[in-house]
């Protein structure tokens, strides 16, 4: 063998074994599968997420992706992913989640990070949660993962609870609740129960749609998936990559759909931070078709100017009982204290708070951008002398 040919065949192996490293960290030997009829016990049966080894690891062609500003469910960090059958497309939508097609498997894993002890933080450190493009079990807990798969006849929602042995999520159509206490940034400890919704809840904020009823994913909506996200060969912008890999169609460039913005950018206007928690959070209740509609208190779509009446400014509440704190507007410029919206965001009484489901603690940052942002509104909802 000459030099030359033993320096190509060096270089080849090389490659394949970088090529190797890279597969194994994003595409396990694990293939997805998209039960059209049953639903299986043990979520390991799907291969969208699976424990192997130390990791929790996507399934082969699973794409992980993130939100510009995600919902708050007590301060959970979450792993998103999402398999579309490999002769299928999704097509894009400007004003909701892309239209997947049928056999498409989304899953939104909660886990919480910890520490070398086993406590459990509360904080936005992702730094050590990721193994490739999985999760790291050294670092974080597992508490449930919910499954969204497009059948024939629409989205079913399917909650898993993770085993005490964090090796297998199991099956829970009735959900669940545990008793869960969170070291805080501050060295304070939280004690709080995390509820797992049931089956049926799911729709409560998955039908966007309060006649239909249908079910359909919230999160992956091309404003809130606008973004660069770091994957195993590099940064790329998440509906671009889409595109790239032919999994969606309708969409030249990211460049042209809507963005929301991250509402941790104090870089970002405020009012764009603001709006855009608001939708990710209240969005796919508070809008004209959702089970808030009689509120007439719209909060989703940034980019879209509703009618005034429908902003919540000096708008009086509908049917609100003992929501409403004895305050008579919903957003009063200039006065977050006084303003309904923030009162019930302040709340744990499930009889005040929202949003209704999906958290049993207050997001204090989450208010205190909110408060920030009705106190620079100007404006006056007393009557004109």
């Known amino acids: ?80 992913a999402v398999w579309v059958p490999p002769d299928k497309t999704a097509t894009y939508r400007e004003d909701r989640a892309l239209d997947f097609p049928v056999g498409t498997v989304i899953a939104k894993t909660f886990y919480y990070p910890k520490d070398s002890t086993g406590t459990l933080l509360r904080n936005h450190d992702y730094s050590a949660d990721f193994a490739g493009e999985g999760l790291d079990l050294a670092h974080v807990r597992l508490v449930e993962t919910r499954i969204l798969v497009h059948r024939e006849k629409g989205w079913v929602a399917l909650p898993y609870i993770w085993n005490a042995a964090q090796s297998d999520a199991v099956l829970e159509r009735v959900g ?12 304070q400890t939280q004690d709080f129960t995390y509820v ?53 169609s309708g969409l030249k460039s990211a460049d042209t759909a809507p963005k929301n913005a991250n509402w941790r950018d104090e870089t970002a206007p405020l009012d764009k931070r603001a709006r855009a928690y608001l939708d990710i959070n209240c969005g796919h209740c508070h809008n004209p078709h959702g089970a808030a509609d009689t509120s007439a208190f719209y909060l989703d779509r940034p980019e879209h100017q ?46 005040v708070m929202m949003p209704e489901l999906g958290r049993s603690t207050i997001d204090e940052a989450g208010v205190a951008l909110i408060a920030e942002w009705i106190n620079a509104m ?5 009557p004109a002398q």
């Open 1 to 80: 063998m000459t030099r030359q040919n033993w320096m190509n065949l060096v270089k080849m192996t090389l490659v394949t074994l970088v090529l190797a490293v890279l597969t194994s960290c994003t595409n396990p030997t694990q293939t997805v599968t998209p039960f059209m009829d049953n639903n299986p016990q043990d979520l390991s049966a799907w291969g969208i997420v699976a424990v192997q080894g130390g990791t929790l690891a996507l399934g082969q062609d699973v794409m992980p992706y993130d939100l510009n500003t995600p919902l708050f469910t007590d301060a959970a960090h979450k792993l998103r």
């Open 176 to 187: 669940g609740a545990m008793a869960l206490s969170l070291l805080m940034d501050d060295g």
């Open 196 to 248: 797992v919704p049931n089956a049926n809840q799911c729709a409560g904020c998955h039908a966007p749609n309060a006649t239909t009823r249908a079910i359909e994913p919230i999160g992956p909506a091309a404003r809130h998936l606008n973004k660069t996200y770091t994957y195993h060969d590099g940064e790329e912008n998440q509906l671009d990559r889409l595109v790239r890999l032919g999994k969606l």
């Open 306 to 351: 509703y009618p005034a009446g429908n902003t919540g400014i000096c708008k009086p509440p509908v049917a609100a009982g003992q929501g409403t704190g004895g305050h008579s507007f919903d957003i009063v410029p200039g006065d977050a204290e006084d303003s309904i919206l923030v009162y019930r965001m302040a709340s744990t009484n499930p009889g």
């Open 378 to 382: 100007d404006g006056d909802c007393r």
